[in-house]
């Protein structure tokens, strides 16, 4: 088995690859990795390892991995058997159109707009700040009517769990934070529920010291 190191922020996005790890069974050391400062920036000793300065990063041998999905798909390769990636090539597709929608679309165009305003502009203005905020919960709030007229089964792709509900699981937990009201997303709000249940799930929640939804 490869050494692999995790570095992870508690209730980020980095929650999904690390419940991913604990579906594979991979061995792994995490390390966890706290903001620090008024504008919450992580240690310089993790900026070395990750100049882009976000989590999660995986290191596999050193080979050095970063953003979400690529992370994911790295995670998930190592336990083929799993299916995380889907059963077939056009599944296997969905789950990386899922994955990329959920990374791009809903965690940077309306997630971080929302937590994360001064990010999106230079002004200090609360003003500005605001309406920044606002676009951000209108993006999630679109987001979340799209997530829930494509959902059709159980799961978010074929019959199966995959990485795709992973990625579904953080966008409904960070609803949940946005006091956004998930429950009037009947099959998004099943899916998250069914993800919550998974023993990984449940593994993670409490290694990272973060509270379950449901």
Partial sequence: MPNIKFFYAPDACSIIPHILLH????????IRIEMEGSDESFPETFRKIN???????????NEVITEVPAVSTMISSLAPEAHLLG????????????????????HAGGISHFFRPGRWTVSTEEKDLEMIKRRGLEIMRNCFV????KLVGGYAVGEGFTAADVFLYFAYRIGVRAEIEMPVYAKFTELARRVEGRKSVQTVLSSEKIHSIF
């Fill in 87 to 106: 059963q077939t090539p056009i599944e296997t597709v969905r789950v990386h159109e899922w994955m990329n929608y959920v990374a791009g679309t809903v």
């Fill in 23 to 30: 579906e594979t069974r991979t061995t792994f050391e995490p």
């Fill in 146 to 149: 799209l997530i829930e007229e």
């Fill in 51 to 61: 100049p882009k300065s976000r989590v999660p990063v995986i290191v596999i041998d």
